[in-house]
């Protein structure tokens, strides 16, 4: 049972233009979320998170965004550059419940940036 | 320079023949973890470390051993590799639980059991 879920395999944005990046959780324990993004033959680098607590949170061209209701989480880049076109997965963690401690991995969503 | 590095980056082996991918870092943090990432599974977790000598398994420990007899150094141990341990092993740190605080992770070792 996937508790994580990137349905995107790939996506593919014009320079300059808006990346949406989307993931969906089912597991309603899940209290914290992240995003890391992977380049080819180079380990996943953190790039931004958000508690439950928020809806939204933002870094520069990065926020993040939030719906627990609808238990989804989207990134959003703007504008989106060509350093950007990387492999970018979903996390998820239950800090306050206890059990094993880790993430719970989406399967990436790989997006390329067209020039 | 702030870093985890594992060794080696490629390895091929033979069913059978014990083998370890060694992991190292150098920002003095408590957590360490060791992931695998196979096609169309993502990332999952095999074995973490809270701190010296506290160790415990993760979502997919069948077939793995680790140590954690210093704070910097997080030894993956295959006893008995089998084809099915193919696959890209990432391990990773963090200041504190992977709950509290983003991971480091290495840049990957990619093995291959035939």
């Known amino acids: 049972d996937q508790q994580v879920k990137q349905n995107s395999p790939s996506l593919s944005v014009q320079e300059g233009r808006i990346s949406i990046l989307n993931c969906d959780y089912t597991?309603?324990?899940?209290?914290?979320f992240l995003w890391y993004k992977k380049y080819p033959a180079e380990g996943p680098t953190f790039l931004i998170s958000i508690s439950s607590i928020k809806d939204k949170n933002e870094d520069g061209r990065f926020t993040v965004f939030l719906n627990k209701s609808a238990k989804h989480l989207s990134l959003h880049i703007v504008p989106s550059q060509p350093g950007d076109s990387a492999v970018y997965f979903c996390a998820a963690s239950a800090r306050s419940g206890g059990g094993a401690d880790g993430l719970t991995f989406g399967k990436g969503t790989h997006l390329i940036i067209q020039p | 320079e702030a870093q985890v590095t594992q060794n080696p980056r490629y390895l091929i082996t033979v069913t059978g023949k014990k083998l370890t991918v060694t992991c190292s870092q150098n920002m003095n943090h408590e957590y360490m973890s060791w992931y695998r990432q196979d096609p169309g599974l993502g990332l999952r977790q095999i074995y973490y470390s809270m701190n010296v000598e506290v160790t415990d398994k993760g979502d997919v420990p069948e077939g793995y051993k680790v140590s954690r007899k210093e704070k910097r150094n997080f030894p993956l141990i295959l006893e008995s590799p089998s084809p099915n341990q193919t696959s890209l092993y990432f391990c990773?740190?963090?200041?504190?639980?992977?709950?509290?605080?983003?991971?480091?992770f290495g840049n990957g070792t990619r093995l291959t059991v035939t």
């Open positions: 990773a740190s963090s200041k504190q639980g992977a709950l509290n605080s983003p991971l480091h």
């Open positions: 597991n309603s324990m899940f209290d914290y």
